[in-house]
Antibody, heavy 120, light 106 residues
Framework: QVQLQESGPGLVKPSQTLSLICTVS??????????WSWIRQPAGRGLEWIGR???????NYNPSLKSRVTVSVDTSNNQFSLKLSSVTAADTAVYYC????????????WGQGTLVTVSS | DIQMTQSPSTLSASVGDRVTITCRAS??????LAWYQQKPGKAPKLLIY???SLESGVPSRFSGSGSGTEFTLTISSLQPDDFATYYC????????FGQGTKVEFK
C-alpha cells in the first residue's frame, strides 16, 4: 500500500519561497510507472493541480503557476519536493502530494495534506 | 487551458434519493475524466476513472457516464456516508478540476 507524507514549514512570509517535501513509501519515485504530483486547496475552495514529475525527471506545470514552481525528485531518499517562489496570501492552502496513474488517468493516492499559511 | 464546470454547486437530497451531478469540459476530452469524493478535513478519494470505470472498493451505487464534453456522476440511492463534496477532473491535457458539488442533507 502506497503512503505519501508531506512535510515542511507551516508558515511562510510573503515574497519568500514555499518548500515542501513528500516522502513516499510502498513505491519508488524512480519506478517510471506513476507520476508524482502536487495539488493544493485553499480553505473552503476547490482543488488546483500545481505540477508533476515523472520518469527521468520530466516535469509538467500548471501554466498559471509555471513561472514560480519547481518540482524535483530525490531518488536516494524516495522523496519529491515542491518549491513555489514569491508567495502571497493567495498561496495559503492545504498542499497535497499525490501519485497519478497514467493508466487510469487519475490521482490514485494522496497524502493527508499540510496547511501552509503565507503571512508576515 | 481546459476548464471544467460542474453543476449544481450545491445539491440538497435525502437518503435513498437518486443524485446526478454534471461536469462539462471546455473542449473535447474524450473519456479522460475522473470523479472524486472529498469529506471535510480529508484528502479526496477516487471514485470513477476514464469516465465510467469504477475504482476498486467503491460501491456500485456510484456510476459515471459521458464522453467528449459532457459527463455525469450518478449515485443510485444516496446513503448517509455519501454526503460530501464531489469533484470532476480532466486528464486530457495536464490536470484540471471542476469547482465541486456539495451534496447536503435536504
Amino acid at each position: 500500500q502506497v503512503q505519501l507524507q508531506e512535510s515542511g514549514p507551516g508558515l511562510v512570509k510573503p515574497s519568500q519561497t514555499l518548500s515542501l517535501i513528500c516522502t513516499v513509501s510502498g513505491d519508488s519515485v524512480s519506478s517510471g510507472t506513476h507520476y508524482w504530483s502536487w495539488i493544493r486547496q485553499p480553505a473552503g475552495r476547490g482543488l488546483e493541480w500545481i505540477g508533476r514529475i515523472y520518469i527521468d525527471g520530466v516535469t509538467n506545470y500548471n501554466p498559471s503557476l509555471k513561472s514560480r514552481v519547481t518540482v524535483s525528485v530525490d531518488t536516494s531518499n524516495n522523496q519529491f519536493s515542491l518549491k513555489l517562489s514569491s508567495v502571497t496570501a493567495a498561496d495559503t492552502a492545504v498542499y497535497y502530494c499525490a501519485r497519478e496513474s497514467p493508466i487510469t488517468a487519475a490521482v490514485v493516492d494522496w497524502g493527508q495534506g499540510t496547511l501552509v499559511t503565507v503571512s508576515s | 487551458d481546459i476548464q471544467m464546470t460542474q453543476s449544481p454547486s450545491t445539491l440538497s437530497a435525502s437518503v435513498g434519493d437518486r443524485v446526478t451531478i454534471t461536469c462539462r469540459a471546455s473542449q473535447n476530452i474524450n473519456t479522460w475524466l475522473a470523479w472524486y469524493q472529498q469529506k471535510p478535513g480529508k484528502a479526496p478519494k477516487l471514485l470513477i476513472y476514464k469516465a465510467f470505470s469504477l475504482e476498486s472498493g467503491v460501491p456500485s451505487r456510484f456510476s459515471g457516464s459521458g464522453s467528449g464534453t459532457e459527463f455525469t456522476l450518478t449515485i443510485s440511492s444516496l446513503q448517509p456516508d455519501d454526503f460530501a463534496t464531489y469533484y470532476c477532473q480532466q486528464y486530457y491535457s495536464y490536470v484540471t478540476f471542476g469547482q465541486g458539488t456539495k451534496v447536503e442533507f435536504k
